[in-house]
């Protein structure tokens, strides 16, 4: 879930509101590939710390990332760095998708918190007997970028940004469907976590 933050960041199209449900605000932006990006917003109780626990906690992971199967740190350069694999379920008829992630995260000097997310897959190979994905179609492309800041001392602001082409032969529009949906679950049962 790395990526860089100044693809993300730069904006390069204008936002466009989806929807506020749940106490979650969603936005997309158009690519030229016709997938989209996402954006997704809530202010929510919880820690700085709190949030960076539940980002550790792989072992339950699939309890609030939407269709993650599996989540596993396969390796940790420094102590904020991670090689992660994860594997989605994708409904029938489709395969499921698996994808392999550089992590980076950082707390910034105004006492926020930032974690990059980026595309691994050409490291798939060096990891490939310990993951066992052979029935699953590899995401291309991931970049992803969380933003965590306190508001007051049981209350944080989270926004998140991204995207990925999750390869193979759906089509757009129902990836795109997909993908905001898939967000939404995503905040909702972070929030849920994180109180």
């Known amino acids: ?21 749940q106490e979650v605000d969603l936005y997309k932006q158009e690519t030229e590939s016709g997938l989209i990006r996402i954006k997704a917003h809530t202010v929510s109780t919880g820690t700085i710390s709190a949030f960076i626990a539940l980002l550790h906690d792989t072992e339950h992971a ?12 396969l390796a940790q350069p420094s102590e904020t760095e991670f090689i992660v694999y994860t594997e989605f379920s ?46 699953t179609i590899r995401i291309k492309d991931v970049r992803a970028h969380w933003q965590v800041k306190a508001l007051t001392d049981t209350t944080i602001e989270i926004e998140y940004q991204a995207f990925a082409d999750p390869d193979g032969a759906a089509p757009n529009w129902l990836v795109n ?16 976590r994180l109180q």
């Not at 699939?62 to 740190?73: F, T």
């Not at 707390?107 to 050409?122: A, C, L, M, P, V």
Request: net charge negative; proline share 3%; hydrophobic share 40%.
């Open 1 to 21: 879930m790395s990526l860089m933050c100044a693809a993300l960041c730069a904006e390069p199209a204008t936002w466009q509101w989806v929807s506020s449900k």
């Open 62 to 73: 699939s309890l609030w990332i939407d269709r993650a199967v599996k989540v596993e740190v």
């Open 90 to 135: 994708a409904p029938w008829p489709l395969k499921n998708r698996d994808m392999l992630t550089y992590s980076n995260y950082q707390s910034q000097t105004d006492g926020s918190f930032e974690f990059d997310i980026t595309d691994q897959h050409i490291l798939l190979e060096q990891y490939q007997q310990q993951l066992k994905s052979d029935n």
């Open 177 to 192: 469907k997909m993908v905001l949906k898939s967000a939404q679950n995503t905040f909702v049962n972070m929030r849920a």
